[in-house]
């Protein structure tokens, strides 16, 4: 880090942190860290990762130290290399030494838990000595399986705080040491006692009772959850190593007319590198020679191999589906488009959202809270003349079913699977507080150029004088305009090519500046152009042909008139069509209960047709494009909550000033920048997917919100009242912390639209 700059920038680092077990660990080292002078702090327990802004020039020891003394690890990530990316997420896995601790405490407490469980629950199984047989088996299991949670109460109470770790050992404890009383000092240790299964209590000798099944128990299924959880957030946060593990890593260069095989990780811009057909392609960069067609489904979404040639631009991580192709590196590393991806997905992952917030401040005051209540129940137990039995039993009910981790998951799990999943299907999502946007967006307002239309020329009608075939005349006007370099001469030659087949190669070609093209094709003097230039080689359009040109200038479509050998034979119109899926896109919007808006600089008789052939009604033309933010201002000022749907340089700022900024991903950096959502894919349709899976996502936080939030409040009185069986209650709280997890995964069948 370097200490020269400025003192008054600011500098993000990233932290991995270990040992955390619920929210409340998140919160508290978040307030730790933000204790710190000039350091800002957000804690993801789900990502375990800690995104801090720090001053210019600040130590990161001093940061990891703060998390020591608050009884976590912390250490800044060593920087990811092909060879790290290379691993497969089962491998990850495997290597994860926190999860193979995890599973080896859970198989041994299964074992040994479920014939307690059984003896104390079937009383035929409880044979003469069975209280002790019980206690052989318990002990390992809530002495050492329950470890984690005694260690991290114990350090939790070091340092004056009290969380979900603390609850789990107190009540394990508690059941343990109660146990041993009532067997060595009581009457439970008599041959022949039997212990009775119940759901409620009754007035008892409590040292007649053991809780052996309780300790063991809670402790099982604890473990179970906590296992499946860390599991479960693995594969939430897949998406994001399946597109850092998607890059190619090795790659075959030119370097001095040699080809040399390098690490991906050595390649520098301008390098000129080989990508054989079935390769990937290594990095972004342009191509130098060849044609080939690329797979980009990786990408994009789309099945159908794009075609690319000399001067096309292609992006690292795709595939080469057809020839040799020589490509110079355009961005490498991080620059490139793939590790942008991966980049927006981990920040989404790591940030925080109001709702997020929300569920960590519960967690943190309410275990105290608990441990209150669990104490109170015990006192008013007692004082009510209850035995002590049934006193101690409420109040670890209390202590068990209140563990509040399924309201620490309910956020974080739900915004790793949504985002995730979004990045499958080309939604990069930029940050958790983008969900919030789109619940109020009432108002979609769509550029026109690019986003809505495809941006390019494109002939869309050929008309011939009678007697010329249409497929002639198209051949010989394509081949004249193949020789131009005019976008609208390259659109035309393009679609003849398309149409019937390789063109004729032109002689005697010359431009004729701001007309048009003429030039010899097959012994034909051919003049492709404005009707101006027509009529300097004295050639008319007949009736027909001036009428239909006039048809299509009124819609604000490109003319050009052909004619050869002294006469006239036809016009082309030329236009920039709309993309074959808005139509569908816009009805999506309004499926949403949006109202969309078209935008753009065009002529109003341009917008209106666009406008009607898509089915929007509202038409706002002829802006200027410094004039677009002015328009999405006013139309907030109208009381409107509006989403901008942009692709080009001039929709930056329009995409900023929005309530959410949604960005065409083939559209320019400068306005992916300032947008909130990225589209990869060019389609329309990707709008309608971001804001459905968005609310999606959002509906899925509240509802984990709410179920676990609903869960300890209704569970923790009729514990307290001594009405729910403390395993019971342990068995409870494990599965809604398992509900929680698995109602967020089930946003990975959330499917696009396009489907």
């Known amino acids: 880090m370097s200490t020269s700059a400025p003192p008054s920038g600011i500098t993000g680092l990233e932290l991995e942190i270990g040992g955390m077990t619920c929210a409340s660990c998140a919160m508290r080292i ?145 059941a343990f040491l109660w146990s041993l009383y009532a067997l060595f000092f009581g009457t439970a240790g008599t041959p022949g006692m039997t212990h009775p299964f119940e759901l409620t209590l009754a007035p008892s000798d409590g040292a007649a009772n053991i809780y052996l099944e309780v300790g063991a128990g809670v402790t099982m299924f604890i473990l179970a959850g906590r296992y499946f959880e860390k599991r479960s957030k693995r594969r939430a946060g897949a998406a994001l190593r399946a597109l850092l593990e998607l890059g190619a890593k090795e790659v075959s260069v030119l370097r001095g007319g040699l080809e040399t095989k390098i690490a991906v990780d050595d390649l520098r811009v301008g390098d000129e590198f080989i990508v054989r057909p079935g390769e990937k392609i290594a990095t972004d960069g342009v191509v130098v020679s060849g044609t080939s067609a690329v797979d980009v489904s990786m990408l994009t979404g789309e099945s159908v191999p794009v075609e690319v040639g000399e001067g096309d631009a292609v992006t690292g991580a795709t595939v080469n589906a057809g020839g040799r192709l020589v490509v110079r590196a355009t961005r490498v590393g991080s620059d490139t488009q793939l590790a942008q991806m991966a980049r927006l997905v981990e920040e989404a992952q790591t940030g925080k959202a109001e709702v997020q917030r929300l569920a960590d401040t519960i967690s943190g005051v309410f275990v105290p809270i608990v441990i209150v209540i669990a104490i109170a129940t015990l006192g008013a137990w007692l004082g009510a003349g209850f035995p002590s039995a049934a006193a101690f039993t409420a109040a670890v009910a209390v202590l068990v079913i209140a563990c509040p981790c399924a309201l620490g998951l309910a956020t974080p799990t739900a915004l790793l699977v949504g985002t995730g999943r979004g990045a499958q299907l080309g939604v990069l999502i930029k940050g958790p507080e983008v969900l919030e946007s789109t619940r109020t967006v009432d108002t979609v307002v769509l550029d026109k150029t690019g986003t809505v239309t495809t941006g390019k020329m494109t002939l869309v009608e050929t008309i011939v004088e009678p007697g010329i075939d249409p497929a002639e005349f198209l051949r010989i006007a394509g081949a004249l305009e193949d020789a131009s370099e005019h976008p609208i001469a390259q659109a035309i030659a393009k679609s003849a090519t398309e149409q019937v087949g390789p063109l004729p190669v032109p002689e005697s070609f010359a431009n004729v500046e701001g007309k048009g093209v003429q030039g010899v094709v097959e012994g034909h003097a051919v003049v492709v152009g404005r009707e101006s230039l027509l009529a300097d080689w004295s050639l008319d359009l007949s009736d027909t042909l001036a009428a239909a040109k006039a048809r299509a200038e009124g819609e604000a479509k490109t003319v050009v008139a052909v004619g050869w050998d002294g006469q006239a034979r036809g016009i082309l119109v030329v236009a920039d069509v709309v993309k074959p899926t808005s139509a569908d896109a816009v009805a999506g919007l309004k499926a949403l209960g949006l109202t969309p808006v078209l935008l753009t600089g065009d002529n109003e008789t341009v917008a209106k047709r666009i406008a009607a052939e898509v089915g929007i009604e509202q038409v706002i033309a002829e802006v200027l494009p410094k004039d677009k933010v002015d328009v999405i201002a006013r139309l907030q000022r109208e009381g409107k909550v509006v989403a901008m749907v942009g692709d080009g340089v001039n929709d930056a700022p329009a995409l900023a000033q929005a309530d959410l900024g949604l960005a065409m991903g083939t559209g320019t950096d400068v306005a992916i920048e300032a947008s909130d959502i990225t589209l990869v894919r060019g389609d329309l349709r990707s709008a309608v997917d971001a804001i459905r899976l968005s609310r999606k996502t959002l509906g899925t936080i509240k509802s984990n919100l709410f179920w676990a939030f609903a869960y300890n409040v209704a569970a923790i009185p009729i514990a307290a009242l001594g009405l729910l069986n403390p395993m019971l209650a342990g068995a409870a709280m494990a599965l809604s912390s398992v509900f929680v997890v698995g109602n967020s995964l089930r946003l990975r069948g959330f499917t696009s639209v396009a489907n």
């Not at 001093?62 to 691993?87: F, H, N, Q, R, W």
């Not at 997420?89 to 030494?97: I, N, R, S, V, W």
Request: negative net charge; aromatic residues 6%; hydrophobic residues 45%.
């Open 30 to 174: 978040e307030k730790k860290l933000n204790r710190l002078d000039g350091v800002t702090a957000t804690v993801n327990y789900a990502t375990e990762k800690a995104k801090v802004t720090v001053p210019d020039g600040y130590d990161p020891t001093l940061l990891i130290a703060e998390v020591e003394k608050t009884g976590y690890t912390a250490a800044v990530p060593a920087p990811k290399t092909a060879a790290d990316d290379a691993g497969t997420t089962g491998a990850h896995d495997d290597a994860d030494p926190e999860l193979q601790s995890l599973r080896t405490r859970l198989i041994v407490s299964i074992v040994l838990t479920v014939p307690v469980i059984a003896m104390a629950m079937i009383p035929a199984l409880q044979f003469t000595y069975w209280q002790w047989a019980s206690l052989a088996l318990a002990a390992p299991v809530i002495v050492w399986g329950a470890l984690p949670f005694h260690r991290a109460a114990w350090t939790n109470l070091r340092h004056g705080a009290a969380t979900m770790d603390t609850l789990i050992s107190i009540g394990t404890s508690a």
